[in-house]
């Protein structure tokens, strides 16, 4: 007999662990079936940390897929808001569809619910508003804006216990999961969703065709940035409308402790943003993790990424953040995550399959890094195996004089941020899909067919996906 649910939700990513919560907090009766490509918390494991280097895990990579998706390895930051300001600035467009006030009020609830299962209480970024003002000041008059909103900060390892408590929370209360299972396709008739397709990750990434159908009447897309390549591929194929989407690309920043040292104390994530030097193009810092460490992340086709975290216990003395430029094409090209994995793929290649590491000093000078070089630089470099070399040979030429003069802006808020020694790790993308279009109730073009979380472009960040699925299920059970 054919399986068939009330709801199936593509991803096991925060995104629609909290649409599971949610649906099971509303006493819904609903049958509910999260298909994750990805293993159970429990058995999410990097190689990295023991080995030193990324083995490429099969089926999946570790980080980027599993219950509670890239959440679990990440660093943990959650991005709450300050009640006085008028708009969000952090974590997606969700309240371009329901509203700033509906989405602080789920911020509240969404926090909550991580302080039951284990968050820690403590909210950085709430002590020092005289200090954190004098830094916004100084960064205005550089035309930089400095965002300053209250994190709850979780660490890698507490990520991973919280988010273990909430999976076994969702299999006693009546979710189905199924793991290491990937959805190959959808199933759409006459315009409406009718259920998924899935087979095996092993089959899947072998490109195997034969599929188990398993049917319901509402399909929720939550697949995260893992889930881009496949959710384009999907919307070619079934016609589900897209809009222009926009892929952010970068590297990741090293530098020492020290001179980050105000902005960790009185914030632990500064989130600077700014539209400085010629081409006014919106360049921003993202996730900086204060005596941290930098990580690589493995996408589709074997595209090797950089990325961070930090841990609550194990420290380093150095911070890494993202540095991220936005870009948004139009005619006659419109291909932002083309572009995107182009760069990576020349940039990979260049390190020989690794992260590529460069002094700041020696793009000024117009070389590449060497070896010995970076052995005897005074920022030691926190990701091992990461290959020095040249980053300009692949980012271009425009994304690269946007990050240097945004570093340029930002030294002048932060002194020593433009030091010779400090690291660049490349590539560090974002791919954000080309945006699914959506109505003010996530659903897609597609009759009961929705679309939730990072994935589809509308959020950027945990509490925003976790957000973007409790209000999933509230539409779903109608309150
Ligand atoms: C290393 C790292 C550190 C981060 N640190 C932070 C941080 O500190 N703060 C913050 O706010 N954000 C952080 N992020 C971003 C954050 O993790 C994401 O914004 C968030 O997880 C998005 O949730 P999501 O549910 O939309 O998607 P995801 O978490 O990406 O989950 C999507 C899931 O869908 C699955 N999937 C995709 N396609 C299919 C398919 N076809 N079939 C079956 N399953 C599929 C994937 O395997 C994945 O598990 C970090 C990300 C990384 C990688």
Known sequence: MNKKYDVIVVGAGPSAVFLAYE??????????????????????????????????????????????????????????????????????????YIGVDKTKDL????????????????????????????????????????????????????????????????????????????????????????????QNSNDYIEGKEECEEIYADKVVLAV??????????????HNITTEAGTVDIGIRYELPDKVMEKINKY?????????????????????QNPSGFVSTEVYDNNITLVNGHSYKEKKSTNTNLAILVSHNFNYPFNKPIDYGRNIAKNLNEIGAGKIVVQRLGDIYRGKRTWKEELENNSVVPTLKNAEPGDLTFAIGYRTMTNILDFIQSVDKVVEGFAAPENLLYGPEIKFYSNKVKITKDFETSVEGLYSIGDGGGMTRGLMMASCSGVQMARIIEGV
């Open 23 to 96: 649906l099971i907090e509303k006493k819904s009766n609903k049958k509910v079936l999260l298909v994750e490509q990805g293993k159970s918390v429990d058995k999410r494991y990097c190689p990295i940390e023991k080995s030193g280097k990324c083995i490429h895990c099969k089926p999946m990579c570790n980080i980027t897929c599993g219950f509670s998706g890239a959440g679990a390895f990440s660093d943990g930051k959650l991005s709450l808001y300050n009640k006085e300001d008028e708009d969000l600035h952090v974590g997606g467009i969700l309240h371009e």
């Open 224 to 237: 995260g940035r893992k889930g881009a390549n496949w959710l384009v591929d999907m919307c070619d194929k």
């Open 267 to 287: 914030m632990y994530e500064g989130k600077f943003i700014g539209r400085v030097g010629r081409y006014k193009d919106k360049v921003r810092t993202f996730c």
């Open 107 to 198: 911020i509240d609830y969404t926090d909550k619910i991580y302080l039951k299962f284990g968050a820690d209480k403590h909210l950085e970024g709430t002590e020092y508003k005289e200090e954190v003002k004098k830094i916004c000041d100084k960064a205005k008059k550089e035309n930089i804006t400095l965002i300053d909103i209250p994190i709850r900060h979780l660490g890698t390892e507490k990520s991973h216990e919280l988010y273990y408590k909430i999976q076994e929370y969702l299999l006693e209360h009546g979710t189905d999961i199924m793991f290491e299972t990937a959805v190959k396709d959808l199933i759409i008739e006459d315009n409406k969703v009718k259920g998924v397709k899935v």
